[in-house]
């Protein structure tokens, strides 16, 4: 999968330059202005400048979905299973008898971004 033409690399684009906050559960995760971005396999490779000096290179899974909320500044990376599933309800089934692997932050949670600097701060 490549995000070229998507809504994921337009969204993307959109935050280049923008001071933003992303939290899941409502705790911050990252905060910085978004500066670079790339694909690096099922994952988005984000570069955010901290402040004057200090730089922040992480690594997100590509989202299931996304929902804009232009008008207050936000972006919703969706990763839930009911998303990923499309309302086939046996292979949600399926997709929650799977063990998970590991301690992800992302798995079954929405990353919400927030664009700061302008009125919704």
């Known amino acids: 999968m490549t995000i070229t033409d998507t809504i994921i690399e337009y969204t993307l ?11 899941i559960n409502n705790k911050q995760y990252r905060k910085g202005k978004l ?3 790339k694909q690096s396999n099922y994952h988005l ?6 402040n004057d000096i ?24 969706d990763y839930r299973l009911s998303v990923l599933a ?4 046996p292979l949600y089934e399926r997709l929650c008898k799977l063990k998970q692997q ?6 079954n949670n929405i ?3 927030r664009i700061l600097g302008e009125k919704n701060e």
């Open 45 to 50: 490779e984000l570069t955010v400048r901290k």
């Open 86 to 89: 499309n309302k086939d309800k």
């Open 54 to 77: 200090e730089f922040k290179r992480f690594e997100i899974p590509i989202p299931f979905s996304i929902e804009r909320w232009d008008e207050d500044g936000l972006i919703y990376f």
């Open 35 to 37: 500066l670079l971005f």
């Open 102 to 107: 590991g301690n992800n932050k992302f798995y």
């Open 13 to 23: 684009m959109d935050l280049l330059q923008k001071d933003i906050k992303l939290s």
């Open 111 to 113: 990353l919400e971004i």
